[in-house]
């Protein structure tokens, strides 16, 4: 009997469906938080005044330079300039090392203040101090060195050119620079 039994025992054993194992994976739970990006600035991009030659035909390019320092030869020979040239300066807040996307227009249609009919303009070619080039699309890429202030400043300038066929008054013209996280 004990042969038996120890026999009945030894068989549920043997014929016993062998015990599951178990299975594990592993899963990364992350979260990216970005402080809300904030731009100051803007301001005036200012090409003083600037008189033209009094010859039947000419023309001149004026540069203001992107920064904040105007020390570029800018008055275009023949011409006579006066006032305070100025880029605009904009100063750009988020998080630490952030990727910013940010559009500067390449070009910005100033137009003749107070003219009636279809208003003279002039076409302002801006640059930047993000980058030594125009990208010709206008978008760049920067990284934000800090977190909240200082933040990162830029600078956008650029030129006009003047000639014989523009008309003489005050130009004046609007743009908008936006940065986004990418």
Do not use: E, H
Request: aromatic share 8%; net charge positive.
């Amino acid at each position: 009997m004990r042969l038996a039994l120890a026999f009945a025992a030894l068989s549920a054993v043997a014929f016993s469906p062998a015990s599951a194992q178990a299975a594990t994976a592993t899963a990364t739970a992350k979260a990216n938080v970005l402080k809300p990006l904030q731009m100051t600035g803007g301001g005036t991009v200012d090409f003083g005044t600037i008189v033209t030659p009094s010859a039947a035909t000419f023309s001149g390019t004026f540069t203001i330079d992107a920064a904040a320092a105007q020390t570029s030869t800018f008055c275009a020979s023949g011409f006579a300039c006066s006032g305070t040239r100025a880029a605009a300066m904009f100063n750009l807040q988020g998080s630490n090392n952030a990727n910013i996307t940010l559009n500067v227009p390449t070009t910005v249609t100033l137009t003749l203040q107070g003219a009636t009919g279809t208003p003279p303009t002039l076409i302002f070619t801006t640059r930047n101090s993000v980058s030594a080039t125009n990208s010709g699309t206008g978008n760049y890429t920067i990284q934000l060195p800090n977190s909240g202030q200082p933040g990162r400043d830029f600078y956008v300038g650029g030129s006009v050119t003047i000639n014989q066929s523009t008309a003489g008054g005050s130009y004046q013209g609007t743009f908008t620079v936006t940065a986004d996280y990418q």
